[in-house]
Nanobody, 123 residues
Framework: QVQPVESGGGLVQAGDSLRLSCAASGRTFSGYAMGWFRQSPGKEREFVAHIRWSGGTNYADSVKGRFTISRDNAKNTVYLQMNSLKPEDTAVYYC?????????????????WGQGTQVTVSS
């Protein structure tokens, strides 16, 4: 399987935490940076977090200090720990492999995308 597979979404209350997982095949994952994006109804897909193969990370300002991206290269898995969730974090969350080198925040830098996992935060 080439496409990553996300899991861990759900319905939570504001202030709660969730951990998303993104599992990929070794061929998809090994040596590549990975990213998380999200999309709400009526909005464009937006960047959330990025992690290099070496472990260096980048975050959108809206999630900085609340979300943490990490990876386990032995398990070909990327995680997104989301704390202090807000209603505005409600979206479908996607992980993807970054193949480009222009800008980690652009979806055009990514090729293989998962099917997404729904995160709903109630107030």
């Amino acid at each position: 399987q080439v496409q990553p597979v996300e899991s861990g979404g759900g319905l939570v209350q504001a202030g709660d935490s969730l951990r998303l997982s993104c599992a990929a095949s070794g061929r998809t994952f090994s040596g590549y940076a990975m990213g998380w994006f999200r999309q709400s109804p009526g909005k464009e897909r937006e960047f959330v977090a990025h992690i290099r193969w070496s472990g260096g990370t980048n975050y959108a300002d809206s999630v900085k200090g609340r979300f943490t991206i990490s990876r386990d290269n032995a398990k070909n898995t990327v995680y997104l720990q989301m704390n202090s969730l807000k209603p505005e974090d409600t979206a479908v969350y996607y992980c993807a492999r970054r193949y480009g080198s222009r800008w980690y925040g652009s979806s055009s830098d990514y090729d293989y995308w998962g099917q997404g996992t729904q995160v709903t935060v109630s107030s």
